[in-house]
């Protein structure tokens, strides 16, 4: 199973992500959990130690990896670089292996990955990519930002459920809107919404009528335990029995709609 989750800030696609990853690894499978975000919190989500989160480096911030593999540093002018750099390695050499059977990896972004370019750690990252949602047999779940720019067409053929998390407000929506046809527009089969912080039967009857034509999997509730589990530090899965039950349902839902 190959999911990415994406959403607006805020929305809580990181909690979906890192709620998933848990169940999936509870039910003994590896799971590779992937923080795609710039602004990286999947380790936190996840209740990594302290002393590993500072272990952490994104992938994108290592000019030394991107040179030895693509044969140019990042920011050197011209030259010639490899376009398929070895990549299989990374998840076990740089990622952190947690409990429950989850290895988590931090690739953040190319500076210029907004633009398309072809610069050697753009190419590293979306290589890499590739790789994991083509070519590994693990549970691969990538939290990602309101974007799509860490994907190619290959890489989101691959990717069996695509997730939008969206809240009750017109600026989720809106982006919930935009990733969908940017998604669609790369050839993702499979497009989803999941519903956050719910608070009434009118809150999700809001953004089902706003996401006419989207299949939504199911809804998570507004919960104070998840926003004191931030604050605390701690991973939501482990505070709120209500998201956790919640994010089996929509797990469930995943499986039954991509055929798993």
Same mark, same amino acid.
Request: aromatic letters at 4%.
């Given at each position: 199973?190959?999911?990415?989750?994406?959403?607006?800030?805020?929305?809580?696609?990181?909690?979906?992500?890192?709620?998933?990853?848990?169940?999936?690894?509870?039910?003994?499978?590896?799971?590779?959990?992937?923080?795609?975000?710039?602004?990286?919190?999947?380790?936190?989500?996840?209740?990594?130690?302290?002393?590993?989160?500072?272990?952490?480096?994104?992938?994108?911030?290592?000019?030394?990896?991107?040179?030895?593999?693509?044969?140019?540093?990042?920011?050197?002018?011209?030259?010639?670089?490899?376009?398929?750099?070895?990549?299989?390695?990374?998840?076990? %050499?740089?990622? /952190?292996? #947690? =409990?429950?059977?989850?290895?988590?990896? &931090?690739?953040? !972004?190319? $500076?210029? +990955?907004?633009?398309?370019?072809?610069?050697?750690?753009?190419?590293?990252?979306?290589?890499?990519?590739?790789?994991?949602?083509?070519?590994?047999?693990?549970?691969?779940?990538?939290?990602?930002?309101?974007?799509?720019?860490?994907?190619?067409?290959?890489?989101?053929?691959?990717?069996?459920?695509?997730?939008?998390?969206?809240?009750?407000?017109?600026?989720?929506?809106?982006?919930?809107?935009?990733?969908? %046809?940017?998604? /669609?527009? #790369? =050839?993702?089969?499979?497009?989803?919404? &999941?519903?956050? !912080?719910? $608070?009434? +039967?009118?809150?999700?009857?809001?953004?089902?009528?706003?996401?006419?034509?989207?299949?939504?999997?199911?809804?998570?509730?507004?919960?104070?335990?998840?926003?004191?589990?931030?604050?605390?530090?701690?991973?939501?899965?482990?505070?709120?029995?209500?998201?956790?039950?919640?994010?089996?349902?929509?797990?469930?839902?995943?499986?039954?709609?991509?055929?798993?």
């Amino acid at each position: 199973m190959k999911i990415a989750v994406t959403g607006k800030g805020g929305v809580g696609k990181t909690t979906l992500s890192a709620t998933l990853a848990f169940i999936y690894g509870e039910e003994g499978k590896k799971v590779l959990a992937i923080d795609a975000d710039p602004d990286a919190n999947l380790a936190s989500a996840l209740g990594a130690p302290a002393a590993g989160v500072a272990s952490l480096k994104p992938i994108a911030e290592m000019p030394w990896l991107i040179e030895e593999r693509t044969g140019q540093r990042p920011g050197a002018p011209g030259g010639l670089y490899k376009l398929n750099p070895r990549v299989d390695d990374i998840p076990e %050499e740089f990622g /952190l292996r #947690l =409990g429950n059977n989850i290895i988590l990896l &931090v690739t953040g !972004k190319s $500076k210029e +990955a907004a633009s398309g370019c072809y610069c050697p750690e753009n190419v590293l990252l979306r290589r890499l990519l590739k790789h994991l949602v083509t070519e590994r047999d693990e549970v691969v779940i990538i939290d990602m930002e309101a974007g799509i720019e860490h994907l190619t067409r290959g890489t989101a053929q691959g990717v069996n459920a695509f997730i939008v998390v969206v809240e009750p407000g017109q600026r989720s929506l809106q982006t919930a809107r935009a990733v969908r %046809e940017m998604a /669609l527009g #790369l =050839g993702v089969k499979k497009v989803f919404a &999941v519903a956050n !912080k719910i $608070k009434s +039967a009118e809150d999700f009857h809001f953004i089902e009528r706003s996401l006419e034509g989207v299949e939504i999997l199911g809804a998570m509730s507004y919960d104070p335990l998840i926003i004191e589990a931030d604050v605390l530090g701690q991973a939501p899965f482990l505070v709120s029995k209500r998201l956790r039950q919640e994010a089996e349902k929509i797990k469930e839902e995943i499986e039954k709609r991509v055929g798993a």
